[in-house]
């Protein structure tokens, strides 16, 4: 497309409500510049030099004047793809700053007010604070280390004194606005400026923007209802971006499709790519996404708070990253239950709230979980003993209690149990260890005593063999009474001592409970 045919169009051209007409990004100035041509072009051609200078001088701050999402450690220019991500939720960010405005001003003061909420590009779960901005690090050792502050210059401008480039600066300016319209909606046409060196000025760009979002809008309210799809939600802007580099990086060869949409995550399946120099990538991979909305998230506080390992963090965190404290306690809790031979997902790798496993199930059919699967009745006693086994397993070698233990987080493959979905597991010494445990009991006894497995112990003496206490209750009341008391006497232990109760350890003889 001609550019000079664009700025000749008027803006108003475009369908869209009164308040865009009135142009939120700047009036469309037609008056031209004061100055002269030449005037213009030194100025430029100075400008040029300048900044020519300044790449050789500092290469990665100028390749990053803009916004806080882009900073030096994770940009990666050579990529188009990612770059157009980049650009496109800056765009969004301030799509949806100006909406605010906006939205301000036309409620006023009133009692009744009317939402632009639906008109949002960006969730406002979405909206991020930079300072957990680290994008693409190795998160496997300590994911959770203090951020590197940013190097982003949030002033708006590089250099000093006289040297100094805006983000005003025409040329960035310009080429930015062309490599921008690659941001329209597929179906606008942008014609073929995107590559080539075209400098579009604001004034322009910004009728453009303007025309390319009133059709988005437009086609949008034909064929779209008003609530996203619910994996969609989960996977915001930034998630997508970290989806894209495992695929760009070639670590994954392909993201399939979605296995599951839980209220906190959301599963997709995936085709390993290449091999690491460390790390060999399964054929098939699970991609957990920890959902970012935060009030699913709010009633499990109680697993992780009083999880000492985690102790230290939780109260400095912001919401954000503890549900990346999810993430890390599932791959923490998936390789020690590897170690101790436990069949489960092995851990590929963990990106921020997005952790990568191999997938159990075959050509992208998940294994069956334990409740949708009709075992034969010698599956289904064999399928008992291995869990009891592994129950045993992840207490004593693992020093682990499941926490959400039942036929769902089951599943049936290669004639076997696989357990998943630990993120929310503890240690036995958690100060609710014990009862989570005696609920895993509950659920697993039911459920194989229901499956017809005449052999199933019930939950009181699962929870025995399994933890090697020796309650002896007979009663559910009094059980859970007496699991409550050993629950405190070893908090009061930790608390007077710094150290828990050595009937809790879980190296030795089984501890023996004594009344
Ligand atoms: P949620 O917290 O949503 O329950 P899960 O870890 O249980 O999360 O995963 C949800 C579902 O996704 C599981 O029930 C299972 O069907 C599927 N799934 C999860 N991880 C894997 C995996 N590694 N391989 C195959 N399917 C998986
Ligand atoms: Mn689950």
Same mark, same amino acid.
């Given at each position: 497309m001609d550019p000079v045919e664009v700025a000749a #169009?008027? &803006?108003?051209a475009g369908p869209g409500p009164a308040w865009r007409s009135k142009c939120p990004w700047g009036a469309p100035n037609t008056a031209s510049m004061s100055c002269s041509l030449a005037d213009v072009m030194s100025e430029q051609l100075a400008k040029e030099l300048q900044l020519e200078e300044e790449s050789a001088a500092f290469p990665e701050v100028v390749a990053v #004047?803009? /916004? &806080?999402? %882009?900073?030096a450690e994770n940009v990666d220019t050579s990529s188009d793809l990612m770059l157009a991500q980049m650009l496109q939720m800056e765009f969004d960010r301030e799509y949806d700053a100006q909406l605010r405005r906006e939205e301000k001003k036309i409620n006023g003061d009133s009692k009744v007010s009317i939402s632009f909420e639906n008109y949002r590009k960006v969730h406002p779960y979405d909206s991020d604070s930079s300072e957990d901005e680290v994008d693409w690090q190795d998160t496997r050792h300590d994911p959770y280390r203090a951020d590197k502050p940013t190097t982003t210059p949030r002033k708006g401008f590089i250099g000093k004194g006289k040297d100094i480039t805006t983000k005003h600066d025409e040329v960035v300016c310009g080429r930015k606005n062309t490599a921008r319209m690659? !941001?329209?909606?597929?179906?606008f046409q942008v014609g +073929?400026? *995107? /590559?080539?060196d075209l400098k579009l000025s604001n004034q322009v760009f910004n009728a453009l923007k303007q025309h390319a979002y009133s059709e988005e809008r437009r086609s949008a309210r034909l064929h779209e209802k008003k609530e996203h799809s619910t994996a969609e939600k989960a996977v915001d802007p930034k998630t997508r971006l970290l989806l894209y580099k495992m695929v760009n990086s070639g670590m994954?060869?392909? %993201?399939?499709?979605? %296995?599951s949409t839980g209220k906190e995550s959301v599963v997709f399946h995936a085709y390993g790519g290449n091999a690491t120099e460390d790390k060999v990538i399964p054929p098939e991979c699970a991609i957990k996404v920890f959902k970012t909305t935060l009030n699913e998230f709010k009633n499990r506080d109680k697993y992780i708070k009083d999880d000492y390992r985690f102790k230290d963090r939780f109260s400095k965190l912001n919401p954000r990253k503890v549900i990346r404290m999810w993430a890390e306690k599932e791959m923490h809790n998936l390789t020690r239950m590897q170690n101790a031979g436990i069949p489960c997902p092995e851990v590929v790798i963990l990106k921020k709230h997005v952790l990568v496993m191999s997938f159990i199930g075959q050509d992208q059919v998940p294994a069956p979980k334990l409740k949708d699967v009709t075992l034969s009745s010698e599956d289904m006693k064999k399928a008992y003993y291995q869990v009891l086994n592994m129950m045993q397993q992840l207490y004593k070698e693992c020093n682990l209690v499941h926490a959400d233990l039942s036929e769902y987080n089951m599943l049936w493959h290669d004639g076997k149990v696989w357990f998943i979905d630990v993120s929310q597991s503890v240690e036995p010494t958690h100060p609710h260890g014990l009862e989570f445990l005696f609920r895993d009991c509950k659920n697993v006894s039911q459920f194989f005593q229901k499956g017809g497995v005449a052999e199933a112990l019930n939950e009181r003496e699962l929870f025995n063999a399994v933890?090697?206490? !020796? *309650?002896? #209750? +007979? !009663?559910e009341v009094d059980f859970q009474e007496e699991i409550e008391a050993l629950e405190k006497m070893n908090e009061d232990h930790v608390q007077n001592h710094g150290k828990k109760l050595a009937m809790f350890s879980s190296d030795g003889d089984p501890p023996i409970y004594d009344e």
């Open positions: #169009a008027p &803006p108003e #004047a803009e /916004g &806080p999402l %882009i900073t690659e !941001n329209f909606a597929p179906e +073929d400026g *995107i /590559g080539m994954l060869e392909t %993201i399939t499709g979605c %296995i933890s090697g206490f !020796n *309650i002896t #209750a +007979d !009663n």
